[in-house]
Every structure is written in C-alpha cells, then in structure tokens.
C-alpha cells in the first residue's frame, strides 16, 4: 500500500517538476497520468513481477478514483462561499452554463457515437 | 456557566485546527453518498453538491470564513493530484478499446473542443455579459487548473474561472445523464466522452461511479481536451473578439 501511495505522488512530483520547467500549460497531474500511463504499457507483461507490481499499484489508484467526488468538495464550498462575485451576471451566466453544458455533453456524444456506427458498419462489410 | 464556557474553548479550538473540517467533509459527503445511493444513483441527487450545501450552510450559520474552512479541508484537496494520476489505470484497461476507437475519439475530441467553445462565446454575446465575464466563462469546460491558466492568458478573471468551471462540472454531473438518455445513446464509450468533454472531473466521476468504460473515456476526454482547449482558445479568442 504505501509503495503504491509512493509510486504514484512520485509520478505526479515528476508531472509537477516537468510542468514547471517547460512552463506548461498542462497541469502537473495530467503529465503525471501520461507518464504513467506510457510506463503501464512499456513494462506489458514482461515478468511475474512487474505483473504483480502493476496488480497492486492498479488496487490503490482503483481504491483513490473510488473517492474521486470527495475531493472536489473543498473547492466547491468556496463557489458557494464566493458566488456573489458574479454579482448582477449571475443569472445570465448560470443560463450560458447549464444551456451551454448540455449542448455540449449531447453534441459531442451523439459525433462519437455515430462515428462508432459508421466504423462497425464498415467492417461488417 | 462554567459549563458553557468550557464548551466554547472546546470549539474555539476545534475550529482552529484541520481535523474539525475534515471530519465535516467526510460527514457531509457521507450523507450525500448515502441519499445518491438511496435514489438509486439519480444524477440530480449529486453527492457533491449535496456535501457542498450542507458544508456552506454550517459555514454561513456559523459565520465561519472559507479560507478557515479551507485551511483544514485542503488535506482532502490535496488528494485531486493523486487521484488524476491513478486516473492513467482504467484508462489503460481499456487501451485496446480506445486504439480501436481513435478516429472517434480524435474527432468528436477537436469537434467538441470548438462547439464547447462556440457555444460559451455566442451565449454569453447573446446575453450581452461583460467582454472580461465571457473571456472568463469561454475555458470552462476543462479542468480547473488548466481553465484558470487559459483565462489568465486571454484577459479573463482566473478566480472567476474557478467557480464557473466547478458549477459547470456540476451541471454536467447533474443534467448528462437525461440530455444523452433524450438522444437515445446507447454507445458507452460516447456517452463517457461527452461527460468528459463538457464537464471534466465531477463529470468524470459522474460516469465512473455509473459505468466503468464510460468512465474511463471521460477521463480520457477531460486529460485530451486539457490540452486541445488550451491551444486553440488563444487562437479562436483573436478571430472572435
């Protein structure tokens, strides 16, 4: 468990670190997660250890990404706390949010998932 | 008297100290887990938002200010940058489904990015808010660190940015669900996507906590569209504005 806890603050300390050097736009655990992600498929399954090593770090991040709601907690409370900046535009940018949001969710969903089709089809034929 | 007195230094000295405000956050989040689980995973039912009410109404009551709050809580906070990091494991459960898929993803990733964009831009002029308003509202479908540094670049409000991105976050948790269930998507991996795309990380795990390649295509859309969102909003602000 805490070899797990160490290998992944690890890469996000090396995601951090790369971050600030190149002064990326990307934020530190994202080039964390990309790292990670390319270490995962250069070890594949080259012995019973790494096998066994990438077992156990995928229980921990499964066990973390469980409680990932959680943990926007704390910065959602200072919206509430801090909503009145939006003074007299409030109304009118919750309207671009919510409108804004939806169209977006369905619109991007409904390319993939035709996009998906017309590949399935294709290789049917 | 004496009796209310000690109370008192019990809680001047809790309030000071982070373990009050974490044990809070727990408690909180547990009843919202606990109502969005008793309603069977109902998207309005949001465990965040429901964790987020409760916590701002005790604040308020107790005229607690958000940086003494924050000063305990973000010990819970810190844990967002670990979380994204292990967020590379279901994605690479799934990494022969996401090669097999990656016309999909590509495109829907660069047209999505654009109509996010767009739609944001056109509204908000619609709307006539503030030119500095839209400038903040345009990058708030990514994530909020990478929203914040976008906003700070085209002239936007980075604070601002933050509580929009994290109300849009909320909205997509909460509405997603109904918006791709009236289009009649079927397809997992799309409606991952899309949950991702739009809402980043409290719509990620939305779809995590409903559906295990959805959420791992939303993970992979919120990590994409970072850094796709990031490079063409300077360009689209220079032609739009």
């Known amino acids: 468990m805490l070899k797990n806890i160490f290998i992944i603050f690890l890469y996000q300390l090396v995601g951090e670190s790369i971050q600030k050097y190149f002064l990326l736009n990307i934020p530190g655990p994202v080039i964390g997660l990309i790292l990670l992600l390319i270490t995962f498929i250069f070890l594949g399954k080259k012995s019973k250890d790494i096998v066994r090593l990438k077992k156990e770090i995928s229980e921990t991040a499964n066990q973390i990404i469980n409680y990932l709601s959680l943990l926007f907690v704390p910065i959602g409370v200072g919206v509430v706390m801090h909503i009145s900046y939006l003074e007299k535009n409030l109304i009118n940018v919750l309207i671009v949010i919510i409108i804004g949001t939806v169209l977006t969710i369905g619109f991007t969903a409904y390319l993939m998932e035709k996009i998906n089709n017309w590949e399935k089809n294709d290789r049917k034929r | ?241």
């Open chain 2, 1 to 241: 008297m004496i009796e209310k007195d000690k109370l008192y230094n019990i809680w001047v000295y809790l309030q000071a100290e982070p373990l009050f405000w974490i044990t809070l956050t727990l408690g909180a989040y547990l009843i919202g887990d606990w109502l969005y689980k008793k309603s069977n995973k109902f998207p309005l039912v949001n465990p965040v938002a429901i964790s987020i009410l409760i916590i701002s109404f005790i604040l308020l009551t107790l005229n607690i200010s958000y940086e003494r709050y924050f000063n305990g809580a973000k010990f819970i906070h810190f844990l967002l940058g670990p979380a994204t990091v292990s967020l590379a494991i279901p994605i690479y459960k799934k990494i022969d489904l996401i090669s097999k898929e990656i016309k999909s993803i590509l495109i829907s990733l660069i047209a999505g990015s654009i109509f996010a964009i767009l739609i944001t831009f056109y509204l908000a002029s619609y709307l006539k808010i503030d030119q500095e308003i839209i400038l903040s509202l345009v990058p708030r479908n990514v994530t909020a660190p990478i929203a914040m540094g976008i906003s700070e670049i085209i002239g936007g409000i980075p604070s601002l940015t933050a509580i929009i991105t994290i109300i849009t976050g909320i909205v997509g948790a909460s509405l997603g669900t109904f918006t791709l269930d009236l289009l009649k998507l079927k397809d997992m991996s799309a409606r991952g996507f899309g949950f991702g795309l739009a809402s980043h990380g409290i719509g990620t795990a939305r779809a995590m906590s409903k559906n295990e390649t959805a959420g791992v295509f939303a993970a992979l859309a919120m990590g994409l569209s970072g850094i796709v969102v990031s490079i063409i909003i300077p360009i689209l602000i220079k032609i739009l504005i």
